[in-house]
């Protein structure tokens, strides 16, 4: 599985081109000093025409939508009682007794996660750090968050489903269903963790079961939208190949790192013109090699994208501008 990289060449890049599964072997935590990084990512971002964000389960954690703890806790005590469920993203594994169980769970889940909330603070915040930028969101939370945020529907590729979509479980055809109705109607009628019998829905082409649309096997259905997304991020990413670009990875662990983290890493290596910033809380190493083309801020993201955003507005601030009357 060796493909030739070719250095300085201009070729045409694809999701699929995009995809990597090579680790690096340099990691380090970088030594330089949180103030210093929040100015170093500021001015990254200033002078980049180009944002590529890529944004993995830890973003939406750190916005306040944890599938573990007091949230949990809060939000599930029947499904913990009945089942001994212990957080949000194994329970989703659980191996529910029934089709009316089955529902039972995710129309909790997709309530509690999707519809209930609104656009957080944080993805609020995201989008002020890319106003003004070109930019594209790769998203593998399904939580619909960018969208809420309005970063535009035709700027954000949620490579892995949406919480908001069902599909034909075995994929037998390449559609998806929209489920906020649905779900609804569901967390309504729940009793005792089950819907009725008459709201499990049915694939109305091979008439069996139907599944969240969500990427956890073979099954999972690539839409028309699916697609369109797909080509708009490969366009967007030949577009800025050679411009100035940011790389903005947030809260993308070692869960699946062949969608965003090792392809971001190869991005790097490969483009003189791209840097990376990545924001974790605690898994914010970075190769070594990348040098000062890699900012790992290892922190709490609420408190970081904050910091970013004000160290941009500090620098416009003391921005020598004699204009008194430019209309701000
Ligand atoms: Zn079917």
Known sequence: MFQKIKFGGKQKMTFQSFLSGVPARDYIFQSAPYEEQM??????????????????????????????????????????????????????????????????????????????????????????????????????????????????????????????????????????????????????ARKDCQIPSYMVPKCPVCGGPMNMNLRCDQHFVEDDAWHEAESRFGAFLDECQDKKTVLLELGVGFNTPTIIRFPFEKLTREKENMTLIRLNLDEAIVPESLGKRAIGINADMERSVSDIGNAILVKEKVKPDHSVNDGM
């Open 39 to 188: 100015k170093e990512a500021a001015k990254a971002i200033e002078e980049a025409e180009y944002v590529l964000i890529g944004a993995g389960a830890g973003l939406s954690a750190a916005a306040g939508l944890t599938y573990g703890g007091k949230r949990f806790t809060d939000n599930f005590p029947e499904f913990i009682q009945k089942y001994g469920m212990t957080d949000m993203y194994s329970a989703g594994f659980y191996p529910f007794p029934s089709e009316e169980a089955r529902w039972g769970y995710w129309s909790k889940h997709v309530y509690v996660n999707r519809i209930a909330p609104k656009a957080l603070p944080l993805y609020q915040k995201l989008k002020e750090l890319v106003n003004g930028k070109k930019y594209f969101v790769l998203t593998t939370n399904a939580d619909h968050q960018f969208y809420k945020a309005d970063f535009g529907d035709d700027k954000i590729f949620a490579t892995q489903g949406d919480y908001g979509l069902i599909q034909c479980m075995s994929g037998c055809h390449a559609k998806t269903y929209d489920d906020i109705e649905m779900m609804n109607q569901m967390h309504q």
